[in-house]
């Protein structure tokens, strides 16, 4: 295979005011490009060519730093422009909501939990709602890493790059992840990767 970059599925103005056009325009067309360009280049005679984005990202961690970097990279972009939504957040569909009540105590202790994964990630990562062993959890990992390489399947992430947030708001990590749980998140589609996760 080849990595390829996706349109995003709305409008670069459909996020506002919780996500602009500008950081849409900077996020998707020139940093997730660039992963996208990168892996494509280190991807070249790794060994890995002929295997699924998946099975690239879970190979080449600790083995192929820099192909890992932009493979890990691309994998999390290309959901996390799904993981949103205009008009996002709100309520969850009922099965996915029961194993929130089940497995992380509800869904005020998830959220708070989250934020706190983004908040306290120090430098580049991410946040993510993922599935282990059954189970749903809470987990934060630093650059491109992801669940995928923890034995774990993600279901949610969240970009705290600062390239996902400082043209909006600034140092405010916390405003941000506060906006992307409460007005963006796309619950529909983590269902349905919850769905297949389970
Ligand atoms: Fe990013």
Known sequence: MSFALEDLPY???????????ETLEYHHDKHHLAYVTNGNNLLEGSG???KSLEEIVKESYGTNAG???????????????????PNGGGALPGALAKKIDE????????????INAGVTQFGSGW??????????????????ENPLVHGATPILGC?????S???DYRNARPKYLEAFVDNLVNWEYVEELFNKAV
């Open 11 to 21: 409008a670069y103005d459909a996020l506002g005011p919780y996500m602009s056009a």
């Open 103 to 114: 497995d992380l105590g509800g869904f005020d202790k998830f959220r708070a939990d989250f």
């Open 165 to 167: 947030y400082y043209i």
């Open 159 to 163: 970009d705290v790059w600062e390239h």
């Open 127 to 144: 946040a993510w709602l993922a599935v282990k062993d059954g189970k749903l959890v809470v987990m934060k990992t630093p650059n491109g």
């Open 48 to 50: 890995l060519e002929g």
């Open 67 to 85: 192909l890992f970097n932009n493979a890990g990279q691309h994998y999390n972009h290309l959901h996390f422009w799904k993981w949103m939504k």
